[in-house]
């Protein structure tokens, strides 16, 4: 905490500062401050951010930014940055930037340079990707290969799938990648139907290497290659792991030198810059990997260096706490205006809500303040022409983020324009609202009667006064991508550290993983006898569904 600032008082000038101005609207404060637009943007690593369509004041701006600097964001960031043991349920330093960090500056941990690690074990995996892009390195049979499966779950699947589909356009020709995380064995065999096993390389993705999703894909995806005729030494040329326990893996049967490792100061959330993005890498080559790396790198340097007031991880956060903690918004859309960001809002879904959806503080209490909330979304337009709906009337205000290009990767005949103009038309519509004496003026000037006026106006009229981010880049590219990202992982680490919480464990994901195992050993194969022994121990609820789950496939 920082001694001259109080958090207590900051959230006290916060509370009155959104009393005395809550007949404001956000078109009043475009009103009374000529310069709002400029004066509420700033530019970072390749990207621009615009958050003055908020209902907050230039005093509201100065109050969270006290709030940030009595919560002691500035000593928590360099904290995180040096390697401290920030995550202090697991005991574990924190340290992805690390990851992305080329500048040959050294991060001790454990006493190891955590930077140095990093170059040594992304050095070893980039050769090995320059190697089968080359042709150096072939399937078993002498064919390359070409297709990658990677079978992984949760952080281990979702960065990687989003950056892969975000740059598409930088593929190299000829390259597939799959990525299969569910357990549910139609996500497999719905993948493994069309490929030739000798071209198709599977990366068994997993940072504990238990996970039960991951570790049974992964035993019917050899399997199916041994079914196909392969032997022992053709899995050795056609199965890597990425992981950080080595003796898992071993006894898997994946060779130490078909093992890229990363470490335990890599959350899973946080690890697409590590080892974990093999896929990437041999999707889009080892020289674009590296611009990922480095657009990341940008953003945490200016989140590093710049001042609190035109940081722009720490600008979204607050407006976040604002939005959230303040206005008393509990949800927030991220809308990305890009095809190629399909995946975005999920791999952001997982970032966010993983890494602050708790209520026990550092200091493990209740904490004082609601904390993450649920975050959403889809790409525009296709968000507009079905949640969109109650974004503008619903009863609930959501915070939204949009995101946009200003050059597409593919520019299509007036594709882009056409896109740019609903990005542009939506954040202004949740803003200005329509009030109902337009909707009647408009419906009088269309010559609908009094009546039909009566009855339906107060159903066109749209409250506005809503809030939202617009977020550019000139092109998305795999530089501003990795920049883009880390913009979201700050902002996730800043709002952490202002709710006093730990975003770096993930205790309700641990408890998923256990919770299945005690079910499983009552649910037979298809055809086979259920062992209804102990499952009454269960709630009623569960062992009823069990029961009928069980009749149907004892049936089957
Ligand atoms: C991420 C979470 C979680 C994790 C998966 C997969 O921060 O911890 O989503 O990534 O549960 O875990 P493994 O990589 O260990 O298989």
Known sequence: MNQTYSVEAAWDSLEQLRDQESHLSIQDLFRDDPERAEAFSCEAAGLYLDYSKNRLSRATLT???????????????????????INITEQRAVLHTALRDRSGRSVMVGGEDACALATAERERMLAFVDEIHRGQRRGATGQPLDTVVNIGIGGSDLGPVMVVEALRPYAIAGRRCHFVSNVDGQHLSDTLQDLDPERTLFIIASKTFTTQETMTNAHSALAWFRASGMDEKAVAKHFVALSTNH???????????STFGFWDWVGGRYSL??????SIALQVGAGRFLELLDGAHAMDEHFRTAPLASNMPVLLALVGIWNRNLEGHRCHAVLPYDQHLLRLPAHLQQADMESNGK????????????????VFGEPGTNGQHA??????????????????????????????????????????????????????????????????IALQAPHRVFPGNRPSNSLLMERLTPATLGALIALYEHRIFCQGVIWNINSFDQWGVELGK???RDILPYLPAVGAQATAAGADALDPSTAHLLAWINERRQRA
């Open 63 to 85: 109050a969270l930014l006290q709030l940030a600097r009595g919560a002691g964001l500035e000593e928590r960031r360099d904290a995180m940055l040096s390697g401290e043991l």
């Open 247 to 257: 003796d898992a893996v071993a006894e898997f049967g994946i060779a130490a030198d």
């Open 273 to 278: 810059w590590s080892s974990i993005g093999l």
């Open 359 to 374: 209520s026990v503080d550092l200091q493990a209490n209740a904490t004082a303040q609601a904390t993450g909330p649920v």
């Open 387 to 452: 949640f969109y709906q109650l974004l503008h009337q619903g009863s609930d205000i959501v915070p939204t983020d949009f995101i946009a290009p200003a050059i597409s990767q593919a520019e299509l005949g007036d594709h882009h324009p056409k896109l740019l103009a609903n990005f542009l038309a939506q954040p202004r519509a949740l803003m200005n609202g329509r009030s109902l004496t337009e909707v009647e003026q408009e419906m009088r000037a269309g010559g609908a009667d009094e009546e039909t």
């Open 514 to 516: 256990a919770l299945a």
